[in-house]
C-alpha cells in the first residue's frame, strides 16, 4: 500500500529564513501531489497542487517541487514569518487517477517559525 | 468565497448511539468526500460520492457507516452505533472536477463517543 513520509515532527526556523519541508512516498505513482496546511482544531487548507509532468510550481511566497524519480517533493517558504507557524500536509490521490480520487495524507511536519 | 459548511461544529453522544453528520458542499461541486482525524494523527480517507452513489470508500467505512445526499445541497455521514474509537475530527470536503481544481474541506466536526 501507498505509504507517505514527512520529514519531522516538528521544525523551528528563524522569522525571514526560508523553511523546506519534505514529503517521500513509495510504493506508488500519483497523477498529482498537494500541499495542504493545517492549524489546530481546523480543517485542511489547500496551497499548492503539482502535477507528475511538473518540475516546479509557484505561488507567492510558497514554491513547490516534484520528483518522481526520486519519489519526493519539497516546500518552501521564503521569507517566513510567525504567522506561516501550522502543520504541513503532503497529500497524493490514492490511485493515481487524478482529483477525484479520496486523498492520501501525510502525518504532516509542525513548522514553528521564531521572531 | 464559496467554502465548505459542516454542523454541528462539536457532537458528543454516548456509545452505542447514532451520529449524523451534516455538510454543505460548495455548490456546484460534484464529489464530495467524508475523512477522518484522530487526535495526533493523519487525515484519513473514508468514502468518496458521485452521482448520488459511493466511488470509492476505505475499510475504515464499515457497515457502521453510510452517506447521503438527501437534497441539492446537504451531504451526510451517519454512524449507526458509535464506538469509542469512533471519537475523531471528520472533516468534508468537495471538488468540482474543473482543470486544475482540487478539494476543499470544510472546517470538521468534533465527535466524542463517551
Known amino acids: 500500500s501507498q505509504k507517505i513520509e514527512q520529514n519531522s515532527e516538528a521544525l523551528n526556523i528563524q522569522e525571514g529564513k526560508t523553511a523546506t519541508l519534505t514529503c517521500n512516498y513509495t510504493?506508488?505513482?500519483?497523477?498529482?501531489l498537494q500541499w495542504y496546511r493545517q492549524d489546530p482544531g481546523r480543517g485542511p487548507v489547500f496551497l499548492l497542487l503539482?502535477?507528475?509532468?511538473?518540475k516546479e510550481k509557484r505561488k507567492e511566497r510558497l514554491k513547490v517541487t516534484f520528483d518522481t524519480t526520486l519519489k519526493q517533493s519539497l516546500f518552501h517558504i521564503t521569507a517566513s514569518q510567525p504567522a506561516d507557524s501550522a502543520t504541513y500536509l503532503c497529500a497524493l490521490d490514492m490511485y493515481s487517477g487524478g482529483g477525484a480520487d479520496g486523498l492520501t495524507f501525510g502525518k504532516g511536519t509542525h513548522l514553528i517559525i521564531q521572531p | 468565497e464559496p467554502e465548505v459548511t459542516q454542523t454541528p461544529s462539536h457532537q458528543v453522544t454516548q456509545m452505542g448511539q447514532e451520529v449524523i453528520l451534516r455538510c454543505v458542499p460548495i455548490s456546484n461541486h460534484l464529489y464530495f468526500y467524508w475523512y477522518r482525524q484522530i487526535l495526533g494523527q493523519k487525515v484519513e480517507f473514508l468514502v468518496s460520492f458521485y452521482n448520488n452513489e459511493i466511488s470509492e470508500k476505505s475499510e475504515i467505512f464499515d457497515d457502521q457507516f453510510s452517506v447521503e445526499r438527501p437534497d441539492g445541497s446537504n451531504f451526510t455521514l451517519k454512524i449507526r452505533s458509535t464506538k469509542l474509537e469512533d471519537s475523531a475530527m471528520y472533516f468534508c470536503a468537495s471538488y468540482s472536477a474543473g482543470v486544475g481544481d482540487t478539494q476543499y474541506f470544510g472546517p470538521g466536526t468534533r465527535l466524542t463517543v463517551l
Open positions: 503539482i502535477r507528475e509532468n511538473e
Open positions: 510504493n506508488y505513482s500519483p497523477a498529482y
